[in-house]
């Protein structure tokens, strides 16, 4: 089952404009990653933030946790057309299977230049 | 470092054909994951290897499916006999520790027809 849910499903933004993708999930975590996929490319991880944090920067890239409400959103600040991918958020639970990464169905980003 | 290697990165066969997808993680990584990754169901995980023992297979859909890693650098997935259904891209991962960052490969893209 998905652990993680992102929203929304697809995202078009001109070029300069900031982006932002939310993702919901359903139980306690360990910590939350997000992940980018560029066209017929494997995952590239970009960020992950543990359960304890709150928020996290990296480059444009910032990253907010709320436990309470089990939800993350990640913002791309001044887009560029290489940005244009899908993003995914993963969630790693606390507890025996600490390993297993439970994806989103993504979020699409198309930066138009 | 090269990353985490697999090949091929295109297969293309018949139903009831033999099928092994190979991997190459990253050297001194000692957790080993394979994912499917369909426009239907997303990213699953298959498998998962730490320190060359398979500790869950869960995710392995059916008997058809078998996993090996014979060693810490290498491990291959083998579906026999391949089904349509089975196409989709297949995705290996390694990671240092069981929880946290994966480094994905480029992904094999099978396709049975």
């Known amino acids: 089952s998905q652990q993680g849910e992102e929203d929304p499903q697809a995202l078009s933004i001109q070029e300069g404009e900031n982006a932002t993708m939310n993702c919901s999930y359903k139980?306690?975590?360990?910590?939350l990653q997000w992940y980018r996929q560029n066209s017929g490319r494997g995952l590239v991880h970009l960020i992950l933030i543990r359960s304890n944090e709150r928020e996290k920067h990296s480059g444009r890239l910032r990253v907010t946790l709320d436990t309470s409400k089990k939800s993350s959103s990640l913002l791309i600040t001044a887009s560029r057309a290489a940005d244009t991918a899908s993003y995914f958020c993963a969630t790693q639970n606390s507890g025996g299977s600490n390993y297993k990464l439970t994806f989103g169905k993504g979020t699409l980003l198309t930066v138009n230049p | 470092d090269a990353g985490v290697i697999q090949s091929p990165r295109h297969e293309v066969t018949e139903m009831g054909q033999e099928v092994t997808l190979r991997c190459k993680p990253i050297?001194?990584?000692?957790?080993l994951f394979w994912y499917r990754q369909t426009m239907m169901r997303g990213l699953e995980l298959l498998i998962y290897f730490n320190n060359n023992v398979p500790i869950d297979d869960s995710g392995m859909p059916e008997d058809r499916f078998s996993a090996k890693m014979p060693n810490a650098s290498f491990s291959t997935l083998k579906i026999q006999p391949s089904e349509p259904r089975d196409s989709a891209v297949y995705f290996c991962?390694?990671?240092?520790?069981?929880?946290?960052?994966?480094?994905f490969g480029p992904g094999t893209r099978l396709t049975v027809l």
């Open positions: 991962a390694s990671s240092l520790l069981d929880s946290g960052e994966q480094f």
């Open positions: 139980t306690s975590i360990n910590n």
């Open positions: 050297s001194g990584h000692n957790s």
